[in-house]
């Protein structure tokens, strides 16, 4: 052992004493490391007063994975000197996942060490972690005054701002202060996701940081690369898109890094079999991984309570249960609920304030359990001990969700249905809630079991169109001068094919236009790229019109004479909009449930021969639509009358069947 002190001795002369504990665990073996711990044990014990050497041994217990022994070496060596900053950190760090306990520790030690930012940002590190961004965002309000000068302050505030021009605000001060990839992606993000007056700006400005971050060869993470993904898609930037990598091997990175939501963005580029299957493949990656964290800390499970003359217990997570897509198709589900038959338990991490919508919901429910900020863990025991019989999940990858909750299997039975048109990838998740029409033609192309509604998957809960505009009298072809076709589709959905299958129509339509309902036309790139499709079959920018509208998209259907639908990633709420205003809308439908949507509610309000199986029938279908203004006519006067006779509209049968299916799986 002599040995190994005379070896470390030069180092430790220098008070460079994790430096040669690194090195030495580096350049050994593990039966060597061993050695070497005991060593600078040794040395500790030679001067119990010295905090280096246990700070030393917390370092090396670490590399040895020896977390017990690491955490008690810096416990002691905090004890011997609080101003040990590195000490408190990997003290927290040694917590072993539990972020409350983690948060406690770095409270002590800002209790001793006031002033250090380490600890601060720690700590704010830590809140975030916890799934707590209002509260993290407060702690940062009250550093602001003393650490204005931190860029890591203005990034953590402009991240988690509820404002969004402060949001910004504060991400070009962190930029401006030390500017790096990271921060000028977010920056980017931001701008593209900035709502209101000067949206198309914005969305143009961060289109050109995006490609700044590109032409500045700085390397990227997978988060990076999803913001930037995010960001071109928005403006249908092709060429920018084709430099961030392949498709697959960009899913299979978002996948490995936790990040679920950008999955859906692959959607719109599956174009083969292969690819669908890769997709699949990628949501069970992330699937494997949190389900492999939530073993590790698992909850208690309260026995059921289910009794043969109990109530049935159905719980419905989402963050959307308020004005919202999701609840313009969950509403009917609340509105003829029978509570002498079922019992319905509410969860959302929705972190903004009730709307009319949310408190309707509450008042129906036997209990709204509004949770914002709750850790995935945390939410899962607070659903857990509502000894449910069945759990729905709605949420899907929209934001403020709470998905992997689902990992730890909260109820006996969890479900997937309307938040996200395709597997997640959680094994905890047992069945997929669908109906004949969005039933995926391969069952391999679903990681569940599905679970059948007898005629549609959705409802339209009519309180939703409230206060919609009223379908103008006539075609718009006579208004207008021309026929027009349209979308109001997020551009994210989006290809070059898909455009070009449009301008195909379009250009087989003498003299007609096309209209794109959508905030993002207000930006040059968005404009440019589209007229680029259009022209390349025959369509001149003089055909096209761009509206660029939030929020106040649906009177601008009584311009629109037919609505083509995006592939393979088809509409959902766009193509219940559209059909409410009495616009026809032509779609493709494919083999996955994504590209079905559209399929099962046209099916459903009886315009199935809308539905194309190939791209040549999809132009076919849609020339033919153009040519039949008396079929055209008479939809537009009648849509809403026969939507309501639909099974779209027998909201009460709806729920009837909704709650009879749960109630089976749940047997």
Known sequence: MSDWIAMAEPAILRGEIEAAAAAIVTALARDTALTARDALAALADRDARDASWLFGLTRLAMRLGETAAASDYARQTVTLRPEAVGAWLQLAVLAGGRLDLAEAILDEG??????????????????????????????LETLLPRLEGQAWVHFHLGDLAADPARGVAHLRRAHEL????????????ALARHSGDGEGARLEEAQAIGRQVLQSGAPLNAGHL?????????ACAFDDLARLGDIHTLGRQWAQSGRHSALMRLMPWMASAEDRLQLLAQHRLWGEAVETRAAAQPIRTPPRLATAESRLRVGFMSSDLRRHAVTSFALPLFDHLDPSRVEVFCYSYFQGR???????????ASAFRWMPGIAARDAAQRIADDRLDILVELGGATAMNRLEAMAWRPAPV??????????VGLNAIDRFICDPHTLPADPALLAERPLLMPRSWIALGEAVFEGHPD??????EDREGALTFGT????????PRVLRAWAQVAAAVPGSRFAFIRPEAGAATFRAQVEAQFAAEGVSPDRLAFHPVRGRHMALYNRVDISLDTFPLTGGATTADALWMGVPVV?????????????????????????????????????????????????????????RRSPLGDTETFARDFYAMLAGAAR
């Open 110 to 139: 800002l209790a001793a060490n006031p002033h250090d930012p380490r600890l601060a940002e720690g700590k704010v590190l830590t809140i975030r972690n916890l799934g707590e961004g209002p509260r993290a965002e407060a702690y």
């Open 178 to 189: 030390a500017p790096d990839v990271h921060t000028q992606t977010l920056l980017a993000q």
């Open 226 to 234: 999803k913001i930037l993904w995010e960001v071109f898609a928005q």
């Open 354 to 364: 009730e709307d009319a919508l949310q408190a309707h919901i509450a008042r129906r």
């Open 414 to 423: 969890q479900a997937s249905w309307l938040g996200y048109p395709h597997s």
């Open 471 to 476: 379908i103008a009298p006539g075609l718009p």
């Open 488 to 495: 109001a589709n997020a551009p994210y959905k989006f290809t």
């Open 587 to 643: 779609s493709l439908r494919g083999p996955a449930v994504y590209e079905r949507l559209s399929a099962s509610i046209l099916a459903n309000v009886g315009l199935g021969d809308l539905v194309a199986n190939d791209l040549e029938g999809f132009t076919q279908t849609a020339l033919r639509l153009a040519a039949d203004r008396p079929r055209r006519l008479a939809l537009r006067e009648g849509l809403r009358s026969q939507i």
